[in-house]
């Protein structure tokens, strides 16, 4: 009997609960004086819980951090996604940005769709496969969002994307069963052929 053991002893639904936890933007790559007062920790939705449009999610986490209320950026929302498919992502995207349509990207590629207004804030969605990321960044009051900040943390957040759909790429079960293949050499062995 096989296990999904990897080689630090982690399940592999553990080493994608954990690329999905490293997935979130830390306080290394964020301005300073921000805090995080809600870390992103939901590896699975609680009876009960009303996930609205996150339904079809695997994994759905969000990080909450805020600074001074004058600060440049007083609020940054980081929300991230991990569906069981491309296509449920594609929905997703979809239903945040309604009415407005979500732009197709070329396959394999990060699309990304935002809408800046750095007196009002600023919504960058970003998605690559079954991932999909959600950044909203508040100024705070009678400030202005630095002109570089949201396109600084949209990038990092695209590369965090692009690390965890890798990863959910890399640990996704095959699609076939092996046990089936060592069945039809058996077969052959004592037959001569590999049967239907």
Known sequence: MTTDEGEEGRSRSGRLQAAFDAS???????????TLIRAPASPRFAAGE?????????????AIWLGQPDAPLY???DERWLLAGARRADALVRGLLEPASASNS?????ASVVR?????????????????????????EDATLPDDLPAELGRLAGAAVTRLAETAAELRRPWWRPVRWRHGRRRTARTGHPGP
């Open 75 to 77: 609020r940054l929302d």
């Open 50 to 62: 009303d996930v609205g449009a996150d339904a079809g999610a695997v994994c759905h986490g969000q």
């Open 24 to 34: 979130f933007l830390t306080a290394a790559v964020l301005p300073a004086g921000l």
């Open 106 to 110: 070329a396959p394999g590629a990060v």
């Open 116 to 140: 800046d207004d750095l007196r009002a804030g600023v919504l960058r969605i970003t998605w690559l496969g079954p991932v999909v990321a959600r950044l909203r960044l508040t100024p705070g």
